[in-house]
């Protein structure tokens, strides 16, 4: 019985620390993106495969790539990128106004 407690102990420890690492990372994202736009060059809406919704992520200038927001952060996002010049394409806008009319 100890056993079980302390493998369900580390695997909650584990799902814990990888959501955290997670969310941090997302966030000194934004942050990065909000002190350099000018190495943006795109914002892009990814489908997520086994929900319907979309991730936010951008493109770099030098062809990187990186997750920026989840599908509940999306909104928060582009509103702090919004006044920096950093929009959505007018066919992303038109996909999430799609989805969120379903």
Known sequence: MSELLGVTAAVLTFVSAACLLGRTRKQEGLAW???RPQDVARLYLRSASDVDAYWLHVEFRNGRKRM???PWE???ALRRLAPLGLRLSAQDREALARLRHH
């Open 33 to 35: 993106l909000e002190s």
């Open 68 to 70: 920026v927001a989840a």
């Open 74 to 76: 999306i909104d928060e």
